[in-house]
């Protein structure tokens, strides 16, 4: 962390119409080798209160590469996870809209929903908001317990359906039942809906039929360390 050895990892996210790539979503992985585990960099900066840390240099090095990649981000957007309680201080925030203004409206900042955020921080994300025009998205959503609340208290522009909610969807009418009452909340308000942790062709086939509007997930396209612009003709046909 001290010397940033900090890189990404992109996975493709396409449009449930077409197949066309529309977006991205970044994960942090370590530029070492052998390559150290989020989850252990997460453990070991929590231990040693440098967790800001890591959210500072995350959202610098994904304006970085969003920069590097130019036109590749005129009509796409790139999705960023938020550590919920590590929301970055109004200096650090200026310094990256002053270097990166024209990329920030191009971010889509994920919210968990593991852990609520404190009506303050909501506060300061919706100034944010205003201020450069990146979008809120709700990350794996249907993993908790306070789905409504979430929804009614964030209204974001995107809702990524957990991956329980999709793992076997195909065949299991309770969770159609739920996805299509979400897919339908959702496009009443004017939110989009991901779903995330596609795995097979039969996820995606009733994901598709269901009405989502995004799709992510294995079967689609795997991580890369570059912006991939396509999703393999013979899926995206599907």
């Known amino acids: 962390l001290r010397n940033n050895r900090l890189k990404c990892v992109f996975k493709r996210i396409g449009s449930a119409v077409d197949g066309k790539i529309v977006a991205y979503e970044a994960l942090m992985r370590s530029d070492t080798e052998p390559m150290v585990s989020p989850l252990t960099i997460l453990k070991y900066a929590s231990r040693n209160h440098m967790t800001y840390d890591i959210e500072k240099l995350t959202f610098s090095n994904v304006l970085s590469e969003m920069d590097k990649a130019g036109e590749i981000f005129r009509n796409r957007r790139l999705f960023i996870n938020f550590i919920p309680g590590f929301l970055l201080t109004d200096e650090d925030f200026q310094q990256n809209i002053a270097r990166y203004r024209e990329l920030t409206g191009r971010m889509v900042i994920e919210i968990t929903e593991q852990r609520e955020l ?97 799709i992510q997930g294995y079967y689609t396209a795997k991580p890369a360390y570059e912006f991939l612009e396509e999703i393999p003709a013979q899926i995206r046909n599907t």
């Open 118 to 214: 404190e009506d303050e921080a909501l506060q300061i994300i919706h100034k944010r908001q205003e201020l450069t025009g990146f979008r809120l998205a709700i990350d794996d959503f249907g993993s908790g317990c306070s789905n409504t609340n979430s929804l009614l208290r964030y209204m974001p522009e995107v809702i990524k359906l957990d991956r329980l909610l999709i793992s076997g969807i195909d065949s299991n009418t309770k969770k159609q039942y739920f996805v299509s009452s979400i897919i339908t909340f959702a496009h009443t308000n004017s939110m989009s809906v991901l779903a995330e942790g596609v795995e097979t062709e039969a996820e995606l086939r009733m994901v598709i039929r269901l009405g989502v509007d995004l």
